[in-house]
């Protein structure tokens, strides 16, 4: 079974400048999140989706963050204007009908 | 709100070391509970959970027991090897809602030959 899949893997981009990661979840897995990993953190969600709609965006900047997942299989994930305090590790992550949650290698982003 | 507090790193172990980290948990109702681990340069891996209180998850060697009386679910590994250097992470999961993951800050594990 593959896993989820990420991209770019690495990222480095200017302070106000833009990007944008994508996602692919684990094949019918119906829930998406997205969560935010600073160095010497834990992970911080960033948002949830369920198929297409949203469930919980509580801890998303909406000011420079935004996120779709328009067919409820991919999501991306963007950044405009990017921040030096947004360089993190942005990991994806996706859960199926069963109890566990199973997370992509993640996209690395240094903004400088 | 729920939050998880993991014992602060790194640690530092010798090989066939006795390894302990401390997890104690705060939330509303009966989560679930996890560890996870990351090695250098990958992603979380689910390393064991626990569903209710008094399971004991296991894998690899590692355990850890869902104390609900202690709000606790320490991870132990009776002899650690030098490929088990890596982060690791406590996390609980609320049942209902939006069941998202809250995580502690992580824990780096270096274990030297």
């Known amino acids: 079974e593959a896993g989820v899949a990420q991209s770019p893997r690495y990222k480095i981009i200017e302070k106000r400048q833009s990007v944008a990661f994508w996602c692919n979840p684990i094949?019918?897995?119906?829930?998406l999140y997205w969560y935010q990993q600073i160095l010497g953190q834990g992970p911080k969600l960033l948002i949830q989706?369920?198929?297409?709609?949203?469930?919980?965006d509580s801890q998303l900047p909406k000011d420079r963050f935004s996120a779709e997942r328009l067919k409820g299989v991919d999501s991306t994930l963007k950044i405009q204007p990017a921040k030096l305090e947004d360089s993190a590790v942005y990991l994806c992550a996706s859960k199926g009908s069963g109890d566990t949650i199973y997370f992509g290698e993640g996209s690395w982003l240094t903004v400088v | 709100g729920n939050s998880v507090t993991q014992m602060e790193g790194p640690v530092t172990l010798s090989e066939e070391a006795f390894l302990t980290i401390n997890c104690t948990y705060t939330a509303t109702g009966y989560p679930s509970l996890f560890w996870y681990v990351q090695y250098p340069g990958e992603g979380l891996q689910l390393l064991l959970k626990?569903?209710?209180?008094?399971d004991k998850g296991s894998n690899k060697g590692f355990e850890a027991t869902y104390r609900k009386e202690t709000t606790s679910f320490h991870l132990e590994k009776g002899s650690v090897q030098v490929s088990d250097s890596a982060v690791y992470f406590c996390?609980?999961?609320?049942?209902?809602?939006?069941?998202?993951?809250?995580f502690g800050k992580g824990t780096k594990l270096t274990v030297n030959p």
């Open positions: 094949s019918g897995h119906a829930t």
């Open positions: 989706f369920q198929n297409n709609g949203v469930v919980d």
């Open positions: 996390a609980l999961r609320t049942q209902g809602g939006s069941e998202k993951l809250v």
């Open positions: 626990a569903t209710k209180a008094d």
